[in-house]
């Protein structure tokens, strides 16, 4: 009874805080990643074919995830950008409902049910407050069930084998957006595994779900996809290494002195320590390398380990009093935990982009033509949303380029390495100057910046870039310089349909 009483509060707080968000979100611009897959979705449904008309590194699943509120868009005349706010807010809603369910159906004490619950709304609605729709945003939302199940393990919901199968399939329409993000669920396992020697948890029937659903999109990647095995992944290795930061850049960030924080609260009690907390730590561990291993350092690659770091101190919070030690100090502790791990992303506040907003001046009226020739993808995106633009190119950012073109001048690279690099630059050049040739966009971009994003410290001119194909002098002669704004030259088409 109780437990019911408990569940119903729970839907009552999901339902205020979906008001708020459906309320809240609609008044901001989406990111540059999901406002570019918007776009792309909507040419794929249009005909244009993945990884040959629509050259992006990312493996497919996050296409098949946008086509829901394109067609909506579509069909109810709607904003595509509303569409996408709708659908991330009704999966939020539905996951968490869902968790509420499988919470009530757990011995779980109610006062960590409740926290539990806190931890996820923060997590679906609050931490990705700039990053609204970014796949590890979808992630979460998708294989929470499925986390909080895998590391509840004892504890866990008393579900049948079809619900147990339904989160793991569910879970992996998440964990599937990249590899990567595996080493969650991978890093609970583990966790697990060294604390009970249950070995027979890894078949259990969510976990075996997740394995056939990988193994079932591994086989539609290769039978619907296979430009993405044969050209983009080989090109990714070539050349994604343009894009990692540096160290500092990777480590000095408020999440990882959350994470260390609670590496030291767990070292410190290590005695306390219970297998869900264990499971939940080891869990955050294998966020944690799922963001070093990008290298990156982007706000959205940490979200999952600050989402996992909220569920430890969910955790802990309830029970602390059973802890040893200095109850007020572990307070202190977990209020910092809590703090580095959303205050970061809450100080950004909702995504805002003023280099988008100031090149949107320079068109004047809807469904003009539009490419951009820069590495950053928030110079196009979601400028060309926000204009009703067309986009014109293949590629959302020359992402091949800067990579390809910063080994070949430091020689980093030899034989057939080099030959496969400039064999790079030769197709990516050629693309961009077929797709100025078919498509005549009436705007053009380029980033004119002497030190450009992703290039390092090394020259490169767009303009000298493209002359080497014979064929772009005579195109681009069909283009006027009308200004420029934040290190971006603005041409205009000046020739006739």
């Not at 539009?370 to 110079?379: E, K, P, R």
Request: proline share 6%; hydrophobic share 55%.
């Amino acid at each position: 009874m109780a437990s019911d009483i408990q569940a119903r509060n729970g839907l009552i707080a999901l339902a205020l805080t979906v008001v708020a968000a459906a309320l809240f979100f609609p008044w901001f611009p989406l990111n540059h990643d999901t406002s570019w897959y918007l776009l792309s979705t909507d040419k794929w449904l249009d005909g244009a074919s993945l990884y040959r008309d629509i050259m992006e590194i990312s493996p497919p699943l996050v296409f098949y995830h946008t086509v829901p509120s394109v067609l909506v868009s579509r069909f109810l005349g709607a904003s595509p950008e509303y569409s996408f706010i709708g659908y991330c807010i009704v999966l939020a809603a539905l996951s968490a409902a869902w968790i509420i369910r499988l919470l009530a159906m757990s011995p779980v004490a109610a006062a960590q049910r409740t926290m539990l619950l806190v931890a996820v709304l923060a997590a679906f609605f609050v931490l990705p407050i700039a990053e609204f729709g970014q796949r590890e945003h979808l992630m979460l939302m998708l294989a929470m069930p499925y986390l909080l199940v895998l590391a509840l393990g004892d504890l866990g919901p008393q579900a049948g084998p079809a619900e147990k199968i339904a989160i793991g399939l569910v879970a992996a329409l998440g964990l599937m957006l990249k590899p990567y993000l595996l080493l969650i669920p991978a890093g609970i396992l583990l966790a697990r595994l060294a604390r009970d020697r249950q070995w027979q948890r890894l078949f259990d029937w969510p976990n075996l779900a997740l394995g056939a659903a990988l193994l079932g999109y591994v086989g539609l990647i290769a039978l619907a996809h296979p430009a993405y095995l044969a050209d983009i992944v080989p090109t990714g290795r070539l050349v994604y290494s343009a894009y990692e930061t540096n160290p500092l850049g990777l480590w000095l960030r408020p999440e990882i002195g959350a994470a260390l924080i609670a590496g030291w609260i767990a070292l410190r009690h290590r005695t306390a320590l219970d297998p869900v907390l264990t499971a939940l730590l080891g869990g955050a561990a294998g966020a944690l390398a799922c963001y070093v291993i990008q290298h990156k350092g982007w706000d959205y690659h940490v979200l999952p380990l600050a989402a996992l770091l909220l569920l430890v101190v969910a955790w802990i919070v309830p029970q602390r009093e059973s802890w040893r030690g200095n109850d007020r100090l572990l307070a202190v502790l977990l209020g910092a935990v809590v703090l580095l791990a959303l205050g970061h992303q809450i100080a950004r506040g909702p995504y805002r982009n003023p280099l988008a907003d100031d090149l949107a001046a320079f068109v004047p009226a809807p469904g003009m033509r539009i490419t951009v020739l820069s590495a950053d993808f928030a110079a196009a995106f979601p400028m060309v949303n926000q204009v009703s633009g067309r986009w014109v190119s293949r590629y959302p950012v020359p992402w091949m380029v800067p990579g390809a073109h910063i080994r070949l001048r430091r020689g980093d690279c030899a034989g057939q390495v080099c030959r496969d690099l400039a064999g790079v630059l030769d197709r990516a050049r050629g693309n961009m100057v077929g797709d100025l040739i078919a498509y005549r966009p009436e705007r053009v971009f380029i980033d004119e910046n002497r030190r450009k994003l992703f290039f390092g410290d090394e020259p490169f001119d767009y303009l000298a870039f493209l002359r080497q194909d014979a064929r772009f002098a005579p195109a681009w002669s069909c283009y006027a310089r009308i200004g420029s704004r934040r290190g971006y030259g603005v041409w205009a088409r000046t020739c006739g349909e």
